[in-house]
């Protein structure tokens, strides 16, 4: 946690009732097994070698079938192959992409956890009462294009960043915050766990935590840390960085908030273009530091 900064306890309260609703959520050791291994070393700034610390791979088992047979995360899984990886590169969405991703909107509307981040933001006066126009902005919070690399096309988009992860100028990996992403890339070995990281033997991390920074390589590419939430349900993140989205106006916001046992630093970073003379505003990036960790 940054010195000096409290946890923010408005948002502390709402995101533990969120916490609290969040039934789908995994149990680790029962629905899956991870392997902490090694602490991860140090990783210079533009460098793309790490020392490899954990020989096996993060996550012993999952239950697929079980992840199958939740309609939010068999939604979830269907959009993760929509992207392409590279910023630069033009995403054409098509008809059937479309209605995938409200497929995935209307189920996670469904749940209790997205339910009570609706009513709260309306309470606060960020979004309408009503549910048609609350999965409006939820779609273009986290589905509408925009430009990240302006030499090009609109070539991303919330979603791909903060869960699918993509690569900038195949120099840097941005995003992939997802555990259920991160699972299916290790699993096709297009992703090599090197190990976790902590400041000190103090804050070296539980296989039973849901919150965990990893270092890894992605694409021939390496992250140095990045955070992630481990066995909860799509809906309980959307609804989490929504409500951070929508809680603020700057540019880079950062807040700190106490889940469950977790201190963690929330920053999502607002992307602003002006198409057709309309300012938009999409989640654009997302970090998430565990003080716990």
């Given at each position: 946690?940054?010195?000096?900064?409290?946890?923010?306890?408005?948002?502390?309260?709402?995101?533990?009732?969120?916490?609290?609703?969040?039934?789908?959520?995994?149990?680790?050791?029962?629905?899956?097994?991870?392997?902490?291994?090694?602490?991860?070393?140090?990783?210079?700034?533009?460098?793309?070698?790490?020392?490899?610390?954990?020989?096996?791979?993060?996550?012993?088992?999952?239950?697929?079938?079980?992840?199958?047979?939740?309609?939010?995360?068999?939604?979830?899984?269907?959009?993760?192959?929509?992207?392409?990886?590279?910023?630069?590169?033009?995403?054409?969405?098509?008809?059937?992409?479309?209605?995938?991703?409200?497929?995935?909107?209307?189920?996670?509307?469904?749940?209790?956890?997205?339910?009570?981040?609706?009513?709260?933001?309306?309470?606060?006066?960020?979004?309408?009462?009503?549910?048609?126009?609350?999965k409006?902005?939820?779609?273009?919070?986290?589905?509408?294009?925009?430009?990240?690399?302006?030499?090009?096309?609109?070539?991303?988009?919330?979603?791909?960043?903060?869960?699918?992860?993509?690569?900038?100028?195949?120099?840097?990996?941005?995003?992939?915050?997802?555990?259920?992403?991160f699972?299916?890339?290790?699993?096709?070995?297009?992703?090599?766990?090197?190990?976790?990281?902590?400041?000190?033997?103090?804050?070296?991390p539980?296989?039973?935590?849901?919150?965990?920074?990893?270092?890894?390589?992605?694409?021939?590419?390496?992250?140095?840390?990045?955070?992630?939430?481990?066995?909860?349900?799509?809906?309980?993140?959307?609804?989490?960085?929504?409500?951070?989205?929508?809680?603020?106006?700057?540019?880079?916001?950062?807040?700190?908030?106490?889940?469950?046992?977790?201190?963690?630093?929330?920053?999502?970073?607002?992307?602003?273009?002006?198409?057709?003379?309309?300012?938009?505003?999409?989640?654009?990036s997302?970090?998430?530091?565990?003080g716990?960790?």
């Amino acid at each position: 946690m940054a010195k000096g900064q409290q946890a923010n306890k408005e948002l502390t309260d709402v995101l533990n009732q969120l916490w609290r609703l969040d039934t789908n959520r995994l149990r680790p050791g029962t629905d899956y097994i991870i392997s902490l291994q090694g602490r991860a070393g140090y990783v210079a700034q533009g460098s793309n070698f790490a020392r490899d610390n954990a020989r096996a791979p993060l996550f012993t088992y999952v239950n697929e079938e079980k992840l199958k047979g939740i309609k939010t995360y068999f939604h979830f899984m269907n959009l993760l192959d929509n992207y392409e990886v590279s910023t630069g590169v033009s995403e054409m969405v098509t008809s059937e992409e479309q209605k995938e991703n409200m497929l995935f909107i209307d189920s996670i509307m469904e749940t209790n956890v997205m339910k009570c981040a609706h009513k709260y933001l309306v309470r606060k006066g960020q979004s309408q009462s009503d549910p048609g126009q609350f999965k409006k902005q939820l779609y273009d919070i986290w589905f509408r294009l925009y430009h990240r690399d302006r030499s090009g096309g609109e070539d991303s988009c919330g979603f791909e960043h903060v869960f699918v992860g993509e690569t900038k100028f195949d120099r840097e990996i941005m995003g992939l915050h997802n555990w259920i992403q991160f699972y299916l890339q290790e699993k096709n070995n297009h992703i090599d766990y090197k190990g976790y990281k902590a400041r000190d033997s103090k804050d070296t991390p539980d296989e039973d935590d849901h919150v965990l920074n990893l270092q890894f390589s992605w694409r021939g590419l390496v992250k140095p840390i990045g955070g992630s939430f481990i066995g909860v349900s799509p809906e309980f993140e959307v609804a989490l960085f929504t409500i951070i989205f929508l809680m603020s106006t700057e540019k880079r916001t950062s807040v700190v908030v106490k889940v469950d046992e977790y201190v963690l630093e929330l920053v999502v970073y607002r992307h602003r273009e002006l198409p057709d003379g309309v300012l938009n505003e999409q989640l654009g990036s997302l970090e998430c530091r565990s003080g716990a960790c």
